[in-house]
């Protein structure tokens, strides 16, 4: 995407932005971005040669420098945006974010806002931790492209950031395992269970919850819940016929002189009549 991608194709309308710079013939002399006469049109093309010429801190600064000098003009607009950009690149996601959120709060019907809430998301997907870490970072990329597709739903950027939301999704499940297996491991079963069943309930289309099937198989029979130990079995076999976890499952139960048997009205059985788009493994 950059890990998702879209960064590229958006790379931020810079091409039609840039194209102010042949309308500037100001560029003269280099003025001190202090001076509080310089011509908006003019600090702000400053900026953008200097992004071209790949000054990304000094573009950078030229475009806060249009904001301070030349507050709520439509150059003060402009650079509002460049700013998020540059920030981005510059991998100050933080002051991305800050900058873009600005953005979007004083200039929401703007062609660029949803471009500006893209940037927030990606800021936040860009600080993913590993599953082993708090995944606050992940909620918050969740929530700003879920705002993407909801605010700005015939934007080009809704692709990209459902594909996030996706990828996010997943991120949360796996620290969900993450946490269940630690259980698991100390023989902890009930609470192991809580995070599998949190996996199957609230993340059932992402790709960890063929393991949390297994899981939940091999949890409840430890604790002697035979009848869910081969629901979760058999639900495992109905959607992902194919998956290693479903042979495990099922050489788990048949060790044990059991097969896999769906209760239907267990609660395994049920979350899975509500979640859409499985069947054949993720």
């Given amino acids: 995407m950059e890990r998702l991608g879209r960064m590229g194709a958006a790379t931020l309308r810079v091409a039609l932005l840039c194209s102010l710079v042949a309308l500037a013939g100001c560029l003269g002399k280099e003025s001190d971005s202090d001076e509080p006469d310089i011509p908006a049109g003019e600090l702000y093309n400053q900026g953008l040669k200097l992004m071209s010429e790949g000054k990304l801190r000094q573009a950078n600064t030229r475009f806060g420098e249009v904001d301070k000098q030349h507050p709520y003009t439509e150059w003060a607009r402009k650079a509002l945006i460049m700013q998020a950009f540059t920030n981005y690149r510059l991998g100050k996601f933080d002051d991305c974010i800050e900058s873009a959120k600005r953005y979007v709060a004083l200039y929401p019907a703007s062609p660029d806002a949803a471009y500006a809430q893209y940037m927030i998301g990606q800021s936040y997907f860009k600080q993913i931790p590993d599953v082993t870490r708090d995944q606050e970072s992940t909620q918050r990329a969740i929530a700003a ?21 996706i990828f996010a999704r997943d991120q949360l499940a796996g620290k969900e395992m993450q946490i269940g297996r630690y259980y698991l491991e100390r023989r902890e079963y009930t609470a192991a269970i809580n995070r599998f069943k949190t996996v199957v309930t609230q993340y059932g289309n992402t790709r960890q919850v063929e393991e949390a099937l297994y899981r939940l198989t091999s949890a409840y029979y430890a604790i002697g819940v035979v009848n869910e130990a081969q629901t979760a079995a058999a639900v495992l076999g109905h959607n992902f016929p194919d998956s290693t976890w479903y042979k ?5 139960l048949e060790s044990k002189g059991l097969s896999p048997s769906e209760n239907k009205s267990s609660w395994i059985s049920k979350a899975f009549q ?4 499985l069947g054949g493994g993720a």
């Avoid at 495990?248 to 788990?252: E, S």
């Fill in 248 to 252: 495990d499952a099922y050489t788990l």
């Fill in 145 to 165: 492209m879920q705002e993407v597709v909801e605010r700005y739903p015939t934007s080009e950027y809704v692709d990209d950031a459902q594909k996030a939301i």
């Fill in 274 to 277: 509500t979640v859409t788009g």
